[in-house]
């Protein structure tokens, strides 16, 4: 069975996703900010984006995302609402004047900043001081993290790309971190696994946001047992890897528990052949990668798809951080070396 990528087919298809997504996925354009951020993600993973991407067009994305961009005024009410939208789904924001319409969120921030980053912009104008504010407004008395104003939403996802934002704009004082990692301690349950909050089920994605936290914020230590959640994360290989107990196989996986055990330096117990002959199957004859075999595609299952296929065939591809979704080359030049793969 072939274990090689179809590169220049994931290429056009990242490609294709950028300039539209097809009528089906209308109701996530609200999230648009996320799938600009994975598209990027996939063609820097394949050593791809400066010959899909002219200088012109990376020009565009990065007027588009920061036209996104929620700054701060000054007012109290107003700050936890700073950071970047995920998407234009309103029109311009200077023109919206109902403001949870308008509001930034953080994980629409976190993914912001990333398409950024891999566009090659500087963040010269990205208002930083407002974006560490928001989230000071934004953290729990629990340690957890809401994603905007006015929801009762909370859980690691929002730890992480909170943590996310503060590592790459090099800023922590808008994060308690001891509270931070409180609550993610409180979600480790005793089979290793860790959970959206605490007494529930191990989750897959979740092990990679609280793992991915403690990473960037140093405290891979906090960790109850650290070789027990190793241990739960490498049982979730089959051919690939499930997200939970008694599930099937799904591509997104690759990366969320994938690389959570790059993080806790089990890449050697990793079965890369068949993890890798997997994401092959899930592969489909346009271009992209599906949650299962012969389904059709999606961004965020082709993009983290072909990352986890990197962490299991490193050469051949940019090396690309578990922690950030950036090459480790521009994690390295940004000197955040909690971001750096573990050796």
């Given at each position: 069975?072939?274990?090689?990528?179809?590169?220049?087919?994931?290429?056009?298809?990242?490609?294709?996703?950028?300039?539209?997504?097809?009528?089906?996925?209308?109701?996530?354009?609200?999230?648009?900010?996320?799938?600009?951020?994975?598209?990027?993600?996939?063609?820097?993973?394949?050593?791809?984006?400066?010959?899909?991407?002219?200088?012109?067009?990376?020009?565009?994305?990065?007027?588009?995302?920061?036209?996104?961009?929620?700054?701060?005024?000054?007012?109290?009410?107003?700050?936890?609402?700073?950071?970047?939208?995920?998407?234009?789904?309103?029109?311009?924001?200077?023109?919206?004047?109902?403001?949870?319409?308008?509001?930034?969120?953080?994980?629409?921030?976190?993914?912001?900043?990333?398409?950024?980053?891999?566009?090659?912009?500087?963040?010269?104008?990205?208002?930083?001081?407002?974006?560490?504010?928001?989230?000071?407004c934004l953290q729990q008395d629990s340690g957890c993290f809401a994603?905007?104003?006015?929801?009762?939403?909370?859980?690691?996802?929002?730890?992480?790309?909170?943590?996310?934002?503060?590592?790459?704009?090099?800023?922590?004082?808008?994060?308690?971190?001891?509270?931070?990692?409180?609550?993610?301690?409180?979600?480790?349950?005793?089979?290793?696994?860790?959970?959206?909050?605490?007494?529930?089920?191990?989750?897959?994605?979740?092990?990679?946001?609280?793992?991915?936290?403690?990473?960037l914020m140093g405290r891979l230590d906090a960790i109850p047992d650290?070789?027990?959640?190793?241990?739960?994360?490498?049982?979730?290989?089959?051919?690939?890897?499930?997200?939970?107990?008694?599930?099937?196989?799904?591509?997104?996986?690759?990366?969320?528990?994938?690389?959570?055990?790059?993080?806790?330096?089990?890449?050697?117990?990793?079965?890369?052949?068949?993890?890798?002959?997997?994401l092959v199957q899930c592969e489909t004859r346009f271009g992209g990668?599906?949650?299962?075999?012969?389904?059709?595609?999606?961004?965020?299952?082709?993009?983290?798809?072909?990352?986890?296929?990197?962490?299991?065939?490193?050469?051949?591809?940019?090396?690309?951080?578990?922690?950030?979704?950036?090459?480790?080359?521009?994690?390295?030049?940004?000197?955040?070396?909690?971001?750096?793969?573990?050796?």
């Amino acid at each position: 069975m072939a274990t090689q990528l179809a590169v220049d087919s994931h290429a056009r298809y990242f490609r294709i996703c950028l300039s539209g997504l097809p009528h089906q996925m209308t109701s996530l354009d609200a999230a648009r900010m996320t799938f600009v951020q994975l598209c990027l993600v996939g063609l820097t993973a394949l050593g791809k984006l400066d010959e899909v991407c002219s200088a012109e067009e990376k020009k565009q994305m990065i007027e588009w995302i920061y036209g996104q961009q929620v700054l701060g005024d000054g007012a109290e009410l107003s700050t936890a609402y700073c950071g970047f939208r995920g998407g234009s789904l309103f029109g311009p924001h200077d023109l919206v004047d109902y403001v949870p319409a308008n509001s930034a969120n953080v994980a629409g921030t976190y993914s912001a900043l990333c398409a950024l980053l891999l566009l090659g912009d500087d963040l010269s104008r990205v208002d930083r001081p407002a974006i560490v504010e928001a989230l000071r407004c934004l953290q729990q008395d629990s340690g957890c993290f809401a994603p905007h104003p006015g929801t009762t939403e909370r859980d690691p996802r929002f730890i992480y790309c909170a943590c996310a934002i503060s590592a790459i704009l090099d800023d922590w004082s808008g994060v308690d971190k001891d509270a931070a990692v409180k609550y993610i301690v409180s979600c480790c349950n005793p089979d290793g696994g860790m959970t959206q909050a605490p007494f529930q089920e191990s989750h897959g994605g979740h092990l990679y946001c609280c793992v991915a936290s403690l990473a960037l914020m140093g405290r891979l230590d906090a960790i109850p047992d650290r070789q027990r959640t190793l241990q739960w994360a490498l049982q979730r290989q089959s051919c690939g890897y499930q997200g939970r107990v008694n599930k099937p196989a799904d591509s997104c996986y690759s990366f969320w528990v994938g690389a959570a055990v790059e993080l806790l330096g089990g890449h050697d117990l990793v079965d890369a052949a068949s993890v890798s002959a997997f994401l092959v199957q899930c592969e489909t004859r346009f271009g992209g990668i599906a949650k299962f075999p012969d389904e059709f595609p999606d961004p965020l299952h082709a993009a983290l798809g072909v990352v986890g296929f990197t962490f299991c065939n490193p050469d051949g591809f940019p090396r690309m951080s578990p922690t950030l979704l950036l090459p480790e080359s521009l994690v390295e030049s940004l000197n955040i070396k909690a971001a750096r793969r573990s050796k």
